[in-house]
């Protein structure tokens, strides 16, 4: 089954720092999303990428989709404390009409 | 648009109960899948209905099941509870369920406790 790791783990920045989140994936990636989670709560949809090289862009937040389909990156620009929570990549679970999720990336952004 | 409604929002439940959960997708979508989320396991897939018919399911017991109605609408089930089953049970909607062309939309998701 499909795998998918994410990089770093958690992260503290200062307000205004830019910072990357990486989630690499065992295999093709199709379908790959990122949601943000606030603690015990529901997934907000942020971007879902599908095509190699595909790259969105939402308010201060950037994701890329790498050429070869095995790689995401989640840029932010100029960070806020509203950015923080737990960002999740998840793609499509190759075996099955699901999805497969990282583990996350918990992101705290101090004033 | 009306998004993705979950309700209850919280469950205290004690082992050997059972407990109904439910779900309503946005207006006009037809797949409802189920998650599960827990610190250790993180999210994991339950199940996905789309127009009335279970078309997945992930590898959890047969306690867990659902239905879904004409209306779209989805409820899962528990049943005989187990210390275990206390998690954040997600519900997600999309137009026709495929991750790789339809938006997964999830909800705010049912705090299971069982004591």
């Known amino acids: 089954s499909q795998e998918l790791e994410q990089s770093p783990q958690s992260l503290i920045v200062q307000e205004g720092k830019n910072l990357t989140i990486n989630c690499t994936s065992s295999?093709?990636?199709?379908?790959l999303y990122w949601y943000k989670q606030k603690y015990g709560e529901g997934l907000i949809f942020l971007m879902m990428l599908q095509k190699g090289g595909e790259e969105k862009s939402h308010e201060k937040i950037t994701a890329k989709l790498d050429e070869k389909k095995q790689q995401s990156s989640l840029h932010i620009t100029a960070s806020q404390p509203s950015h923080a929570g737990i960002y999740l990549c998840?793609?499509?679970?190759?075996?099955?009409?699901?999805?497969?999720f990282g583990s996350g990336t918990r992101l705290q952004v101090q004033p | 648009k009306a998004g993705v409604t979950q309700t209850p929002r919280y469950l205290i439940k004690t082992r050997g109960q059972q407990v109904t959960l439910s779900c309503s997708p946005i207006?006009?979508?037809?797949?409802v899948s189920w998650y599960q989320q827990t610190p250790g396991q993180g999210l994991q897939f339950l199940f996905e209905y789309f127009s009335e018919t279970q078309r997945n399911k992930g590898n959890f017991p047969g306690r867990f099941s659902g239905r879904q109605f004409s209306n779209s609408r989805s409820e899962m089930n528990v049943s005989t509870l187990e210390l275990g089953d206390s998690a954040l049970y997600l519900c997600v909607s999309s137009l026709a369920g495929n991750p790789s062309t339809d938006t997964q939309y999830f909800g705010p998701g049912t705090r299971l406790t069982v004591l």
């Open positions: 207006s006009g979508h037809r797949s």
């Open positions: 295999k093709t990636l199709y379908g």
């Open positions: 998840g793609a499509r679970d190759t075996g099955r009409r699901a999805l497969t």
